[in-house]
T-cell receptor, first 115, second 114 residues
């Protein structure tokens, strides 16, 4: 069964600091997809990034970057030079190729950026 | 491109009453999902449709929850009768039908059962 663990519950940073969110996943499938979503106070889940299990290349997109390591089943996410607008709950999620695209979410990380 | 639309945004009802939520997915997205998100937790899938057929409803409490997508576009999720523990945000999402496709979420309906 697919499972996602986000150990940290709340993270507070001062504006302009970097913040890294940890995500560890479990799956028996060899083909799977990993996602990060942002949920601001308004409640809508906003898609941020997606990686498939065959692509371990780490990338940077603006102030976001991610570190995907299959060897440790981790998919960590970093916000560089945080801003107050980054304050939100961030969810890591996993879907398996044989799982009808069902998303399994972690419990989320509450990020608070202090001005 | 318009996003996923949901209504109402907020609903307050008393226990044992019924309630219905509506979702309109992104145009062209054949797959539609309903998730329940209880405060402090990640969303949990209730039901998944592909066009107007049910793909997965294994986590839907069928004694009180029902959902339909009659014409393969809009969908309605109903709770009858509601319980206190149904207080949550109900999120609708849609995606293209292929595996691993990104799901795009609507703004959600925040339900409070008193």
């Amino acid at each position: 069964a697919q499972k996602v663990t986000q150990a940290q519950t709340e993270i507070s940073v001062v504006e302009k600091e970097d913040v890294t969110l940890d995500c560890v996943y479990e799956t028996r499938d060899t083909t799977y997809y990993l996602f990060w979503y942002k949920q601001p106070p308004s409640g809508e889940l906003v898609f941020l990034i997606r990686r498939n299990s065959f692509d371990e290349q780490n990338e940077i997109s603006g102030r976001y970057s991610w570190n995907f390591q299959k060897s440790t089943s981790s998919f960590n996410f970093t916000i560089t030079a945080s801003q107050v607008v980054d304050s939100a709950v961030y969810f890591c999620a996993l879907s398996e190729a044989r799982g009808n695209n069902r998303l399994a979410f972690g419990k989320g990380n509450q990020v608070v950026v202090i001005p | 491109e318009a996003g996923v639309a949901q209504s109402p945004r907020y609903k307050i009802i008393e226990k044992r009453q019924s309630v219905a939520f509506w979702c309109n997915p992104i145009s062209g997205h054949a797959t539609l999902y309903w998730y329940q998100q209880i405060l402090g937790q990640g969303p949990k899938l209730l039901i998944q449709f592909q066009n107007n057929g049910v793909v997965d409803d294994s986590q839907l409490p069928k004694d009180r929850f029902s959902a339909e997508r009659l014409k393969g576009v809009d969908s309605t999720l109903k709770i009858q009768p509601a319980k206190l523990e149904d207080s949550a945000v109900y999120l609708c999402a849609s995606s293209r039908p292929s595996g691993g496709e990104t799901q795009y979420f609507g703004p959600g309906t925040r339900l409070l059962v008193l």
